[in-house]
């Protein structure tokens, strides 16, 4: 089954980039330490100097790189939060002279962007998907019963509590139609691991 073009999801800054950034916070350190230490600590506390507020988009943007891979962290609401932050920084940076942390600040905000969007599509997809669930759940239930009788899909089970299951979890695009889904029994149901992670990158 291809996978949706929700989860056609890339971002742009890569290893490369991660080595960069690396860099430039290290020379960075080395001439400011006092004022790297008040970019990374004070996150929110915007500084007047659009290069320190480059630093912290950056610096901010180093610290996730290890999360770049995870859905379930973009969708904590403190993390849309301090991407939001990082994009209101987004004129100021622009309009600062140019400089290597500038440019690569404005990178790292353009995937912020591309996170932001993501995260208002996963979260609108999930919602309709679940809505539209809700609202034919019954009939799904009688069309797969008819189809495949009243029996669980995995072990065949016809005596326990059957429940409709999505084949491709919606939490990874799956959407709510017949052909994605299923009748499991609450014990087959209970093992299905709904893994949640971006497929690429
Ligand atoms: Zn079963």
Same mark, same amino acid.
């Given at each position: 089954m291809?996978?949706?073009?929700l989860f056609?999801?890339? @971002?742009?800054?890569g290893e490369?980039q991660?080595?960069?950034?690396?860099?430039?916070?290290?020379?960075?350190?080395?001439t400011?330490?006092?004022?790297? =230490? *008040?970019?990374?600590?004070q996150?929110?506390?915007?500084?007047?100097d659009?290069?320190?507020?480059?630093?912290?988009?950056?610096?901010? #943007?180093?610290?996730? #790189?290890?999360?770049r891979?995870n859905i379930?962290?973009? @969708?904590?609401?403190?993390?849309?939060?301090?991407l939001?932050?990082?994009?209101?920084?987004?004129?100021?940076i622009?309009a600062?002279?140019? =400089?290597i942390?500038?440019?690569?600040?404005?990178?790292?905000?353009?995937d912020?962007?591309?996170?932001?969007d993501?995260r208002r599509q996963y979260?609108a997809?999930k919602?309709?998907?679940?809505?539209?669930?809700?609202?034919?759940?019954e009939?799904?239930?009688?069309?797969?019963? *008819?189809?495949?009788?009243e029996?669980?899909?995995?072990c065949?089970?016809?005596?326990?509590?059957l429940?409709?299951?999505?084949?491709?979890? *919606?939490?990874?695009?799956g959407l709510?139609?017949?052909l994605? @889904?299923?009748?499991?029994?609450?014990?087959?149901?209970?093992?299905?691991?709904?893994?949640?992670n971006?497929?690429d990158?």
């Open positions: 291809p996978l949706p073009a056609n999801f890339r @971002l742009t800054m490369q991660l080595l960069r950034i690396q860099n430039a916070l290290l020379k960075f350190r080395d400011s330490p006092h004022e790297y =230490s *008040i970019a990374i600590r996150y929110l506390v915007v500084p007047e659009p290069e320190l507020q480059a630093i912290q988009v950056l610096y901010y #943007w180093h610290k996730n #790189w290890p999360q891979q379930r962290f973009f @969708l904590y609401p403190f993390v849309r939060k301090r939001e932050a990082s994009v209101l920084l987004k004129p100021a622009e600062a002279p140019d =400089s942390i500038c440019t690569m600040a404005l990178e790292a905000i353009q912020f962007e591309a996170i932001l993501f979260i997809h919602k309709e998907q679940r809505r539209l669930l809700k609202n034919s759940r009939m799904y239930y009688t069309v797969l019963s *008819i189809r495949n009788g029996r669980c899909a995995k065949r089970s016809k005596k326990r509590k429940v409709l299951d999505h084949i491709l979890p *919606i939490s990874r695009g709510t139609e017949i994605n @889904l299923q009748l499991l029994c609450e014990k087959c149901n209970g093992k299905k691991r709904d893994n949640v971006l497929v990158n």
